[in-house]
T-cell receptor, first 109, second 116 residues
Framework: KNEVEQSPQNLTAQEGEFITINCSYSVGISALHWLQQHPGGGIVSLFMLSSGKKKHGRLIATINIQEKHSSLHITASHPRDSAVYICAVSRLWAQKLVFGQGTRLTINP | EPEVTQTPSHQVTQMGQEVILRCVPISNHLYFYWYRQILGQKVEFLVS????????KSEIFDDQFSVERPDGSNFTLKIRSTKLEDSAMYFCASSVFVLTDPQPQHFGDGTRLSIL
């Protein structure tokens, strides 16, 4: 069983829609990371959080430690948001990241 | 904003040859990582490096692989005797090091390695 599971695997939406991507994990963590992978392959860190909620522009990330669940929300989605969004965790006492399989998001104009 | 840079962006190599993938981490970062992503699969951890030694490695990181920080700026991944299954995107990442707190990792754009 994967330590980090994301849903959905693929998501297609219309421009302007509110987007939610979910992540569940099964191990003890020190932090959860949301990353964006561009079509060319490069990876950019969006958020790192260990409790509560963080917001950056139209992106919002939340985490529920008790339920071992996190969500990434995109408000007023735009075609330029089209990418693969990856959830990853830092396990307790380790620096390495353990990755989910990613969610491919496509926003149509 | 400081960036992690990786070279080359694409490497094509014959099976059995040795390859060296290069990375320049962000200058004040002390923790370095290599990850790989086989086409269509999730990103996997290979190795982490701190204070001039390997701090953790995965089962993938066997004797075929080695890492080195040959000078104050470069961080390299060497793959000896490459196999077809080594074809993947290899990502370098770096982070500052704080003993008690996790830190964001900054990724390079990756090196796409193709073994023929």
């Amino acid at each position: 069983k994967n330590e980090v599971e994301q849903s959905p695997q693929n998501l297609t939406a219309q421009e302007g829609e509110f987007i939610t991507i979910n992540c569940s994990y099964s191990v003890g963590i020190s932090a959860l990371h949301w990353l964006q992978q561009h079509p060319g392959g490069g990876i950019v860190s969006l958020f790192m959080l260990s409790s509560g909620k963080k917001k950056h522009g139209r992106l919002i990330a939340t985490i529920n430690i008790q339920e071992k669940h996190s969500s990434l929300h995109i408000t007023a989605s735009h075609p330029r948001d089209s990418a693969v969004y990856i959830c990853a965790v830092s396990r307790l006492w380790a620096q390495k990241l353990v990755f989910g399989q990613g969610t491919r998001l496509t926003i149509n104009p | 904003e400081p960036e992690v840079t990786q070279t080359p962006s694409h490497q094509v190599t014959q099976m059995g040859q040795e390859v060296i993938l290069r990375c320049v981490p962000i200058s004040n970062h002390l923790y370095f990582y290599w990850y790989r992503q086989i086409l269509g699969q999730k990103v996997e951890f290979l190795v982490s490096f701190y204070n001039n030694e390997i701090s953790e490695k995965s089962e993938i990181f066997d004797d075929q692989f080695s890492v080195e920080r040959p000078d104050g700026s470069n961080f390299t991944l060497k793959i000896r005797s490459t196999k077809l299954e080594d074809s993947a995107m290899y990502f370098c990442a770096s982070s500052v090091f704080v003993l008690t707190d996790p830190q964001p990792q900054h990724f390079g754009d990756g090196t796409r390695l193709s073994i023929l």
